[in-house]
């Protein structure tokens, strides 16, 4: 069996390269604007660049790749669901993207521990923060999107959410090294205000969700007595919260976050696709990335806002539900395979926490609440998409499997050597 140390390129100048490499696709596949031609270069270089990639790791990918096989078997079902796919071609295009975000997700964890990942993500994310802001400097007009600001991106949400998981990576970052974080402190609040000038109400809710978690760790680090005093409260409050918003959700969404009570036309959307997946193909769907070229897809998109769009449509909208898309491509079995990998890896994270208490497994559990919440209001954050998220998503479901493996391997060891 191949060890579990971690390999790495020895060479000083190969290794800086590589990260470059690294960070030039992570910010490739958060979808930022460049021009067409460009992107169509990209995507067809990402592929042999990425193969390169691999191949300096393949024995290691090869292991990191089964520590999670819920994960292995939801992906294996997407690719292999041409077998019932209603689009053949899309099925392929799309199966061909995700194997390609599978194995930069297993070669991020394979090349990179998880302090270096951190480290990668928050240039990733500074780097978005700061071309933002000097664009805007440069060119006003350039990053000018309906309703907010845009930045670097094609619309407004799609900052939105990039600025919300940075201003969590500043924090935990700056967090966990407070004698020199001064700059990180900065990119923090830049994050905090480039959300709120997105105005992209997804994102600021999830702001609003995430930033009171922080107070999470510090309430692990305490004494088990006072940690399960605390936690009790957290938890009441939550669930205070939670009544708070369902019984003023119309005031919320409408005069608060100017949603409306049907989130901004998607409540119509979900009705549809669920109604169609439902009657005609409940337990398979209409195969990975199929749904919205068939004939139930036409059906949805002519009868709500979407046929106002352009006629390209088919190959670009989505249910803006995450759990809703997997529903419509790989049907009930792709829900139940998406909600084993959860049901496995929420567990793991909270065990390695609260028995290590290291903050790089505070970072993945925010990461993957974020992740959860997301989800539900955007398509391209969740798993079984083929941007940075996704393969983000792959690397945090790999990486804690990998980190839980080693926790009770060395458990196991110290116990038999004391024994």
Request: proline letters at 3%; charged letters at 10%; aromatic letters at 16%.
């Amino acid at each position: 069996m191949i060890g579990i140390s971690r390999l790495s390129i020895n060479n000083p100048i190969l290794r800086k390269l590589e990260v470059v490499v690294t960070v030039i696709w992570l910010l490739y596949f958060l979808d930022i604007k460049i021009p067409p031609s460009l992107s169509l270069l990209f995507n067809a270089l990402s592929y042999p660049i990425i193969a390169i990639l691999v191949a300096v790791h393949w024995k290691r990918i090869a292991y990191v790749a089964t520590r999670n096989i819920p994960l292995l078997i939801f992906v294996g079902t997407a690719m292999f669901s041409f077998f019932w796919s209603t689009n053949l071609s899309m099925t392929f295009d799309g199966s061909r993207g995700l194997l390609r975000t599978f194995l930069f997700g297993a070669y991020f964890v394979t090349s990179y521990n998880l302090q270096e990942q951190m480290k990668i993500l928050v240039k990733v994310f500074a780097l978005i923060a700061i071309l933002t802001v000097l664009v805007y400097l440069a060119f006003p007009s350039y990053g000018d999107a309906i309703g907010g600001w845009a930045g670097i991106f094609p619309y407004k949400n799609y900052l939105g959410r990039a600025m919300v998981l940075g201003a969590i990576l500043f924090f935990i970052t700056a967090l966990n090294n407070l004698k020199s974080s001064w700059l990180t402190w900065i990119l923090f609040g830049l994050a905090i205000f480039l959300t709120l000038l997105s105005d992209s109400s997804t994102s600021l809710l999830l702001l609003l969700i995430m930033l009171p978690q922080m107070l999470f760790y510090w309430i692990i680090q305490q004494k088990y007595k006072l940690r399960s005093i605390l936690l009790s409260f957290v938890c009441i409050l939550i669930f205070g919260v939670i009544v708070f918003i369902v019984a003023n959700q119309e005031t919320i969404l409408v005069d608060i976050l100017g949603e409306g009570l049907t989130f901004n036309g998607r409540t119509p959307i979900w009705t549809l696709v669920i109604e169609k997946v439902f009657h005609e193909k409940p337990i398979l769907g209409y195969g990975y990335q199929a749904f919205w070229s068939s004939d139930a897809g036409s059906y949805v998109i002519m009868h709500t806002w979407a046929s106002n769009e352009a006629p390209s449509i088919p190959t670009t909208f989505n249910a803006h539900n995450a759990y809703l898309e997997i529903f419509a491509n790989l049907g009930f079995l792709g829900l139940f395979l998406y909600g084993l990998v959860l049901l496995d890896i929420f567990p793991k994270i909270i065990i390695l926490l609260f028995s290590t208490k290291k903050i790089l497994f505070f970072w993945l559990l925010q990461f993957l609440i974020f992740i959860f919440f997301a989800s539900l209001a955007d398509v391209g954050i969740g798993l079984g998409n083929t941007s940075t998220y996704g393969m983000l998503s792959i690397s945090a479901f790999l990486s804690i499997s990998l980190e839980y493996e080693r926790f009770f391997k060395h458990k196991k060891i110290n116990a038999f050597t004391t024994s």
